[in-house]
């Protein structure tokens, strides 16, 4: 009933920035935990971090941590993550997942069709 919407992604060269953006299309998330994954052709989906439906905790995949950071705008009713020092092997489809906690995609009920982030050496 709720679609979640990803947007920002693109062509970046290594140790470049990226945001990307998650928005309900419907209504809002307020009381949503909402997390980040990710996917590259013929791997599987990889945990990158989640936040808290009151921003004030977050969680974050050993890989990306202290790279990336994800905050949330509830007035704003958008969630974000904020890639830097991007890498090469950040390369992925990224996903935003409502409703969960962890690093299994199965403990979130909602999901996003998807961001390309492709980062160039």
């Known amino acids: 009933q709720v679609q979640l919407v990803e947007s920002g992604g693109g062509l970046v060269q290594a140790g470049g920035s990226l945001r990307l953006s998650c928005a309900p299309s419907?209504?809002?998330?307020?009381?949503?935990?909402m997390g980040w994954f990710r996917q590259a052709p013929g791997k599987e989906r990889e945990f990158v971090g989640v936040?808290?439906?009151?921003?004030?905790?977050?969680l974050y995949a050993d890989s990306v941590k202290g790279r990336f950071t994800i905050s949330r705008d509830n007035a704003k009713n958008t969630v974000y993550l904020q890639m830097s020092s991007l890498k090469p092997e950040d390369t992925a489809v990224y996903y935003c997942?409502?409703?969960?906690?962890?690093?299994?995609?199965?403990?979130?009920?909602?999901w996003g069709q998807g961001t390309q982030v492709t980062v160039s050496s």
């Open positions: 936040i808290s439906y009151s921003g004030l905790s977050t």
């Open positions: 419907g209504r809002t998330f307020s009381n949503y935990n």
């Open positions: 997942a409502g409703g969960g906690w962890g690093s299994l995609p199965r403990n979130y009920d909602n």
